[in-house]
């Protein structure tokens, strides 16, 4: 029971920093913003005074899209490394992010659009992301060894990869600029008015996988023994398809492609907390993930000025030497 | 304890075929043949993880065909041939994943199920690594956990493939007898399949021999005997 004491400290020591972290992003901006700024833009709200404005529809919006991305793709990355049994697996490297961009890249790139304005480009993601899903969970069955399973993920990526750069020849000046500012990735795209909709899938996706703790801790001992003790396997791929694809189609959606989050944080979190009980590892991703993306945001806010770096090139500059990190650990 | 009748066992075409066998409770059958006479087939088409081709096996009167997953994980706990352990999952909580049949939607343990881990943990010798991961044990030591996790899911029949393979002489003693005393006290059918031909002989174990799509039950017979059975020269 020393284990479980553990992690309460972490969980204790966690909660006590994330809002530190959360009061330093919003307060890093270039314009100086004080705290009742911050209150008034909550519970007084004056549209003509502009540090109100800043904070209200710049700075909160940007803070919990942070949030919600950096923890939504690692509890993805920790879903479907429980799923394939492989510390490697993750929405990026496994081309759940690449069937967004595919369709997100179409979309835009072609100016077909599919959906009405308001919802397309999430509902395109979305279709995106399950379609990708669903492909890696058909092949992953025909497959022996876990780095198989990246290769394909890769090979995926770079399929996907080429046919937007076909799309990107042929497409006019004005829809190649919508789709580069789009694939360069942000945390700013989101607009106050979106949160409520985003925060409503965070939470319905937080809670879908707190119902499947038990599955989950047993997947760990593999799908045919956990079969062996009444999982019902079948099930269980199709809701982690859910919630996997329902994270990275609205993240993809609104902040663009964001490498190796949900690689690299799954596993720090496992390592941190040295457990295998998925519900202290859904709140170790949730907590470790939005302080991960929060506090790469406020390095890109703090460089900002010479010079602007999006999100996805920061976190694969972080996020692929630790892959080759994990691949080394395992396979010495 | 466990009937077969007219059971067809194998892939596309029957590999094995059992007209009329039954196993008792209280028992350990060692299950003999040679390499790809269908042990694992067998044991895998008990467990339900390989459909029959034709016919049923009934446990304590229950049809196989019919039961559903809580049901087949309350009545067969099956253990792998080796265990290679789990980074950072710790030997108790791997032996509490073995109540999953009996705990609720979100798979907490009661005090008695927790209990119950304890008293099985102390039977087979493994408490004093209950805090310790499941890798940091040695290849012998994650076998018995492996064997006390099946124990902890409390079922009627229990079916270990090959678990000798991988141990040294002492340690397959060891197995052996735990898994008699198991058997004994608590009314438990074993069956594992295994080439320690010795091993069994000298434990008086009941085979169960594979030859030629045939399934005998055989007593008594030395080792000569055995292996003249098995290479089809008897």
Known sequence: MIQSQRINWFLVVSLLIFPLIAYFHLTVGQQAISISDFKNAIFAYDSTNTAQLLA???????????????????????????????????????????????????????????????????????????????????????????VSLLLV???????????VSFLEISSKAEQLKSFTLWSMGSLQNVLLEQIPLILLFFVFGIILSALIVKPLNLLVLGENAASLLGLKIQQTRI???????????????????????????????????????????????????????????????????EIQLPINVLTSLIGAPFVIFVLIRKMK | MIHFKQTEIGYKSPLINVADLTLEAGKVYALVGRNGSGKSTFLR???????????????????????????????????????????????ADYLALGRAPYTNALGRLSQGDWDFVRQVANEIGIEAFMQKDTLSLSDGERQLCAIARAIVQETPVLLLDEPSAFLDY???????????????????????????????IENKLEFLALKNNTLTKVNGLNKLELIGLLEGNL
Request: hydrophobic fraction near 50%; charged fraction near 10%.
């Open chain 1, 153 to 163: 993920g890769l090979m995926f990526g770079s399929f996907t990869s080429a046919i």
């Open chain 2, 45 to 91: 088409s008990i467990t339900g993880q390989n459909p029959l081709i034709s016919g049923d096996i009934n446990i304590n009167s229950v049809s196989f065909k019919k039961a559903n997953a809580i049901e087949k994980s309350k009545t067969i706990a099956f253990v792998e041939s080796k265990f290679d352990g789990i980074a950072f999952l710790s030997v």
């Open chain 1, 239 to 305: 809701v982690i398809l859910i919630i996997t694809a329902l994270f990275t189609g609205l993240i993809t959606a609104f902040c663009g492609p964001i490498a190796f989050v949900g690689l690299a944080v799954p596993n720090i979190t496992r390592i941190l907390l040295k457990t295998q009980n998925h519900f202290h590892l859904i709140a170790g991703n949730l907590l470790i993930g939005s302080s991960f993306l929060l506090l790469c945001d406020i390095l890109i806010q703090l460089i900002e000025n």
């Open chain 1, 56 to 146: 209200r529809e710049f700075r909160f919006p940007r803070l919990i899209m942070a949030c919600v991305a950096g923890a939504g793709l690692s509890l993805a990355g920790m879903l479907m490394q429980t799923l394939f049994n492989n510390p490697l697996a993750g929405p990026y490297v496994l081309g759940i992010n690449s069937g967004a961009s595919l369709m997100v890249a179409i979309s835009l790139l072609t100016g077909i659009q599919f959906f009405g304005t308001n919802f397309g480009l999430i509902s395109t993601a979305l279709i995106g992301a399950f379609a990708a899903g669903i492909l890696m969970m058909s092949v992953v069955g025909f497959l022996k060894s876990q």
């Open chain 2, 170 to 200: 002492a340690n397959k003693q060891i197995l052996v007898d735990k898994l008699l005393q198991i058997a004994n006290e608590k009314q438990k059918c074993i069956v594992f399949s295994t080439h320690d031909l010795d091993l069994c």
